[in-house]
């Protein structure tokens, strides 16, 4: 059964600077990982979308990464602002389910 | 980008009612919706997946007749929460596919029982 872990669990950053988004799953075996932005009281909304095959997508200043082998994924922030603050979920899905299980999420807190 | 709506946004209700919770896509017809419950500072859990005309998958622990999905149309399913009770208390997500494209999410419902 896969499991999707997310560390730190809160973060807070001085505007400005680039910071990582960790997450690491325990099957290796997956079919694609996501990135999703949620606001307080809000739905979801995906940021990137990694295929199995991909090693990492870029959209803007984030930038998202895939190492399956050692079962992580990471999401860069560069150059971060106030409305980057958010709570940020990774989600992977499973070859053959089209399931997605996520993680707690990090709460990216991003100072003025 | 693809559009899911939820109605309502939030409920409040008495111990023992139930409570219907639309979801819909706006500009997309999906073939599959899911739906997902969130507690406080924890991951979304999926609870079930509804594909139109069929009746739901429900995930291990949800119990379906206290859930009841349905999933009328291309556009529109629902989750009715019956005789809810304070411990059904939280954010429902739904999400809707169109074959094998991305998921998308709606804004999410929160339920309050009282």
């Known amino acids: 059964k896969q499991e999707v872990t997310q560390i730190p669990a809160a973060l807070s950053v001085p505007e400005g600077e680039n910071l990582v988004l960790n997450c690491s799953f325990t099957?290796?075996?997956?079919?694609?990982l996501q990135w999703f932005r949620q606001d307080p009281g809000k739905g979801l909304t995906s940021l990137l979308l990694i295929q199995s095959s991909q090693r990492e997508q870029t959209s803007g200043r984030l930038n998202a990464s895939l190492d399956k082998s050692s079962g992580r994924s990471t999401l860069y922030i560069a150059a971060s602002q106030p409305g980057d603050s958010a709570t940020y979920l990774c989600?992977?899905?499973?070859?053959?389910?089209?399931?997605?299980?996520f993680g707690k999420g990090t709460k990216l807190t991003v100072n003025p | 980008g693809a559009v899911v709506s939820q109605h309502p946004s939030r409920v409040i209700c008495k111990s023992g009612t139930s409570v219907k919770i639309e979801c819909r896509s706006l500009?997309?017809?999906?073939?599959?919706m899911f739906w997902y419950r969130q507690f406080p500072k924890q991951s979304l859990m999926l609870m079930a997946t509804?594909?139109?005309?069929?009746?739901?998958?429900?995930e291990q622990g949800v119990e379906k007749d206290k859930f009841l999905i349905n999933h009328a149309s291309l556009t529109l399913s629902t989750l009715t929460v019956t005789s809810a009770h304070p411990e059904d208390s939280s954010f429902y997500i739904c999400s809707a596919k169109q074959g094998t494209l991305l998921e998308y999410f709606g804004p999410g419902t929160r339920l309050t029982v009282l």
């Open positions: 509804s594909n139109e005309g069929s009746k739901a998958t429900y």
């Open positions: 099957d290796s075996a997956i079919y694609n």
């Open positions: 500009d997309f017809q999906a073939t599959t």
């Open positions: 989600a992977s899905s499973q070859g053959g389910s089209e399931k997605l299980v």
